[in-house]
């Protein structure tokens, strides 16, 4: 038998379907490939080795039954955002300590619905604050791709670091990932993997460790556009348990890739050109235009004015939602806790051996722009920045059905190269946050590869609940890239 | 956007002289508002399924979302929505179709999510008005500014042992309207009653049970004084008053403080005051510099919260007959007078006791049974009339003796006093122990004649004094065990020894 970690998950669906394999044989190739790999790449914090083969077994079981799920016997790695009943999870931070959680998340609790199997639990850059996954209290990821000719460990991104580096090296069919402000498709632009962010509202949030509420939403990284599509049908669909959690049906994604785009109109806004971007993403970038336009789309320019705001705006609005959400780790009812002399002394020295620089960067900017005096100036103001944004977008639907631009400004880079640097840092994200600031559902798909030899992204962005046109533009821009490379 | 949810003092009604406190110095006005934490009525919490119910094992009425546990998110629960419209609606205030949840920032140990969602900016209700009665007897509008929902904190248990706090959550999560008034209220009678018909009319309403012991409604209490009609005072904030008497004990106490600090050239601190029960005195808890900032900004876990018009005009509709409707009721209905008529409406409990006891029998003998002889007796003993010994059927049934001419008045009060005793029904104990009143004319006329023969000193004195009657009657009264009908023995009195 081949190994079977070389099979993609819709590939591993058919040859669970013809009984070629059992989904225990499939989860313990996964499990080898993790045990093999993970000491180098550090995607995984925990391995729940037992209770994927108990999984796996009683798929097995129903699958002889007759009572199969969409992902039946799929093994899959989980972003550690996402609570998983029982299973220790730490937002790769030290603050929670050995938290385990009595609840599981609704996004999590519908893949093992399906039928899914957890191989454990994925790093990420601690809350999902970073963008390089340096910020994780456990260490960093390290991508599986390397620059040619050189050994150089490369960030796979972030915050999804863990979920986009374990998807790339085949230590799993496919991951949940959550994208605040890029945090979703920026590690898949820098692994060549395929992530998606979708619209808000469509994933619950429940059970998610909060970021920042109005922007956070979950979403796979998966190895091809199909596969992606398969996980997030599965992933999506409304819960009364999140009242932001959109009540609407959930699109047949699968069968939106076959719709082609002949006719339709592709945006290409000419604020995306920043200053400073290598020439070979506008190269990438003209490449995927091409492709659209020989499957028959029209390229139409179209301008999103407020974009340079974005970044900003979004730094504003992130913080301040964070330093709320993250006030509950305080140390008095789960989680870690440092004995202080006194509750105010306990609370202080909690917070500062709990979290890591970047979070309480995050909480102090955060605290500032929500303080007395300053709200107006900065939080008032980058919501209407926000609602600019979305007016953007909402003006550019009147000529173009989805935009194209590039995922992220660069290739991946190097461990520790921005790292004393956090606005070069925060630049990563200045095409993908405004996709999370108008709550617009993006997707990134590995288009080429670099001078040095590493995966670039393209992002399609699509309407608001239009993941399908999405999904139809990815599908013919996989198609025409043809990018089957995998990291050496 | 505004620093502080006490609404900033707009209404400028000069106090009635009557109310002014009159110093060597000269006179002073009280101006007070009040914000009243009113619990709502609920079987669960405000974000979560878990109880709302009052006590319970520590911690044994905690959800998830309540324990600030991570991804945990709150879904909002329409019946307290609907109690907070009603509430709204029964003081004639504006609905606010469209309203919003704020997070109110802040750390300690019985906040378990480091912050309170509450409604700052955009309330669920709007300006509204209570109708409260002066010491003078007018009845005053004391304009409501408006209500919000927000969450409940749990409880800190600082006594339990010396070196640790207990928490209990039990309450968190619990959802409460804030009722702010305007600062309206001229003296502490007017704040009392403010206080006291605000906890009648949402019992009646039933949107929150007003039980103080259990602290479901607690007040708030925002006192300044001021030269009459001049400029406004600075004022403190007396927090967690709860109780009717409580209030008056408090503004009468702080007032005089103020002025005292005042007249001796001083000035006021804007400041929160504590109210100590045993001293009737306030004291400092934390001054303006102390102030949190509690860094308000929309929850982003909730939507705003956007209301169908006519769901708020279906609950309008259904809404229940409320205090001042029924006071006016009762005493058309009934005949009662408007003192009367008050005293039965103060509180459901009584109005529905009421009318249970008048139904089908003589209203004002059922008004005087209630109020004097039940509540005098329920006062005397310090029993609630939820818990009282004779039920409304009951003494309706012992009404229903006196009304019918089954027993007569005097009768009834030894009946009552059994009832309470043996628990028994008034109609059994009459039957029991021989107390139907005697109606025969014969036997009551024997009874006179007798006392005629053997008193004829009487007879004479009585046709020069007719007021000698009332020595009669009693004799006869006696003479008959009691059981003779006053009416009857007082028509026969009469004729017997010719007195008009």
Redesign the interface.
Known sequence: MTNLTELNLNQALSGLKAGNFTSTELTQSYLKSIEAQNTSLNAYLVVTADKALEMAKASDARRASGNVGALEGIPLGIKDLFCTKGVRTTAASKILGDFAPEYESTVTSQLWRDGAVMLGKLNLDEFAMGSSNETSAFGSVVNPWKRKSSKVPLTPGGSSGGSAAAVAAHMCLGATATDTGGSIRQPAAFTGTVGIKPTYGRCSRYGIVAFASSLDQAGPIARNVTDSAILLQSMMGHDPKDSTSLNVAVPDLVAAMAKGVKGMRIGIPKEYRVDGMPAEIEKLWQQGIAWLKDAGAEIVDISLPHTKYALPAYYIVAPAEASSNLARYDGMRFGARVEGVDLTDTYEKTRAQGFGEEVKRRILIGTYVLSAGYYDAYYLRAQKVRARILEDFTNAWGKCDAILTPTAPSAAFGLGEKSDDPIKMYLNDVFTVTANLAGLPAISIPAALDVDGLPLGLQIIGKAMDEETIYSVAAVMEQAANFSTRPA | ?T?TSVPAYTAFKTARPDQWIKTTTGDWEIIVGMEVHAQVSAKSKLFSGASAAYGGDPNSHVA?VD??????????NKFVVEQAVKTGLGLGAKINLWSRFD?K?Y?Y?DL????QISQYLYPIVGEGVLDVESEDGSIIGVGIERIHLEQDAGKSIHDLDPNS?Y?DLNRSGCALMEIVSKPDIRSADEAANYFKNLRALVRYLETCDGNMDEGSMRADVNVSVRRPGGALGTRCEIKNVNSTKFVAMAVNYEARRQIEILEDGGTIDQETRLFDVKTGQTRTMRSKEDAH?Y???PD????PLVLDEAWVENIRANLPELPSAMKARFQSQYGLTAYDAAVLTSDKEFAVFYEEVAKGRDAKIANSWMTVELFGWLNKNNVELSQSPISASKLGALVGLITDGTINGKIAKDVFAKMIETGDEAGVIVEREGLKQTTDTGAIEASIDALMATNPEKVAEAREKPKMLGWWVGQVMKATGGKANPAIVNEILKGKLGVE
């Open positions: 956007m620093e998830m324990a600030g546990m991570p991804g945990m998110l709150p879904v909002i997070r920032n750390f140990p378990p999510q480091g912050y706090t928490v900032d860094r308000y900004f982003p876990d909730l939507l």
